[in-house]
């Protein structure tokens, strides 16, 4: 099918990628945007086996499913390499990224115009809520590893994780 008829039935596709270690609100709120900007968002977690993490792969991808879990239109995956060759596989043309602040602005543009003029893959810019400005997950494990409260930002399930796995030491 041609014309605007076959350009309409087109399923618009997003990808929303990180570490996720672990998702936070900020992150959340990013995911949720996008779900209602777009008819399918993934959730693109990034396996980095150079760096370890205080969750594995699977305890991430199970923990942004759980809290993912009410947006119908959301997949969780993990990737391994390019993210324009994990767009490319599923025929995602868009990067949604969550921007804090000026601060993020640098490399965030770099990565965009990389990635755009690697596959034509386009990176959209959402701001963060301002809520969330001062957020990541670095922060999050460190207050939450010498028992600051960081119950206001992340989820209850992540919350829950995140204390089980700091009393393990
Ligand atoms: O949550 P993070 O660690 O800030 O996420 C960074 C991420 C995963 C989005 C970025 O490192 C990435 O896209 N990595 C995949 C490898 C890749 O495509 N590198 C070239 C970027 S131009």
Redesign the pocket.
């Known amino acids: 099918m041609t014309g605007p008829e076959s350009e309409g039935s087109q399923v618009r596709r997003a990808v929303c990628?990180?570490?996720?270690d672990p998702i936070t609100n900020g992150h959340l709120d990013i995911i949720a945007r996008a779900s209602r900007l777009y008819d399918e968002v993934y959730v693109a977690v990034?396996i980095n086996k150079s760096k370890k993490g205080l969750f594995g792969i699977e305890e991430r991808i199970e923990l942004i499913r759980q809290v993912t879990a009410e947006y119908a239109n959301v997949r969780v995956e993990a990737?391994h390499?390019?993210?324009?060759d994990f767009c490319k596989q599923r025929e995602i043309p868009a990067i949604v990224k969550g921007l804090r602040a000026v601060s993020d602005f640098d490399y965030e543009l770099?990565?965009a115009q990389?990635?755009n003029g690697l596959t034509g893959v386009e990176t959209l810019f959402v701001p963060t809520n301002p809520t969330y400005s001062f957020l990541s997950?670095s922060l999050v494990k460190e207050v939450a590893a010498w028992g600051g409260d960081v119950s206001h930002l992340v989820p209850a399930e992540v919350l829950e994780a995140l204390n089980k796995r700091l009393a393990k030491g």
């Open positions: 990628p990180g570490s996720f990034m990737f390499g390019l993210l324009v770099q990565m990389m990635n997950s």
